[in-house]
């Protein structure tokens, strides 16, 4: 079982850039999410998905897109990077039922951006 | 609003000290709550949850903490901190067993050996 993984583990972009991050789990969870982390600001939810072929908005949504084509997958794109979007992100999933495991999420290892 | 508020966000003790972390959240409805940690340069991964039963729960590597509903509290504790437990702790609330968690802006925890 490798949980969740996240590919590329670190990434240095040009303004303007285009890149796509991919999280992938193998644990059959339905929820998978998208986060952004910086110093001080704790986690920030980008998009998360409730299931294969559904997307939905968080809380700092602009500059980025995703999509879940396969249950196991759930990519990040940014279409024309800037520099505030150097952070590192994180991908989480979990299940579909909270009630066994509470809502428990399961981290990837994170990717750290740097956009110059 | 639904909100968390982690009320230190740095902590320095020494070893063998003992540890509480302050975590409250704003929401009278049910809750789950998380304490997650992230050591440096490793991801976040969970150290105790509650969401039913014992208020006390017990996680891993002697952490402990205490849900109080009368006052919205979720506090995180350790009898006796070593050099090792250097990380950000996390508290994450989750409302009204909504998939989404709301996230504290952490407390890094720093240990002098």
């Known amino acids: 079982n490798a949980g969740v993984t996240q590919t590329p583990k670190f990434r240095v972009l040009k303004t303007g850039q285009s890149m796509t991050l991919l999280c992938a789990q193998d644990m059959n969870h339905e929820y998978m999410y998208w986060y952004r982390q910086d110093p001080g600001m704790g986690l920030r939810l980008i998009h998360y998905s409730v299931g294969e072929g559904t997307t939905a908005k968080g809380e700092v949504p602009d500059g980025y897109n995703v999509s879940r084509l396969k249950k196991q997958n759930f990519l990040l794109g940014l279409e024309s990077a800037a520099p505030s979007q150097t952070s590192v992100y994180f991908c989480?999933?979990?299940?579909?039922?909270?009630?066994?495991?509470?809502?428990?999420?399961?981290f990837g290892p994170g990717t750290r951006l740097t956009v110059l | 609003a639904q909100s968390v508020s982690q009320h230190n966000h740095h902590v320095i003790l020494s070893e063998a000290a003992s540890l509480e972390l302050g975590c409250n959240y704003s929401?009278?409805?049910?809750?789950?709550l998380f304490w997650y940690v992230q050591y440096p340069g490793q991801h976040l991964q969970l150290l105790l949850k509650y969401f039913s039963g014992d208020p006390l729960v017990k996680g891993i590597k002697g952490f402990e903490a205490e849900f109080i509903k009368s006052k919205f509290s979720f506090n995180l504790r350790k009898p006796s901190v070593q050099w090792s437990d250097t990380a950000e702790y996390f508290c994450?609330?989750?409302?009204?067993?909504?998939?989404?968690?709301?996230w504290g802006a952490g407390t890094k925890l720093i240990i002098k050996p």
């Open positions: 994450a609330p989750s409302m009204d067993s909504n998939y989404q968690l709301i």
């Open positions: 989480a999933s979990s299940y579909l039922d909270p009630t066994p495991s509470g809502n428990e999420q399961f």
């Open positions: 929401y009278g409805g049910t809750v789950n």
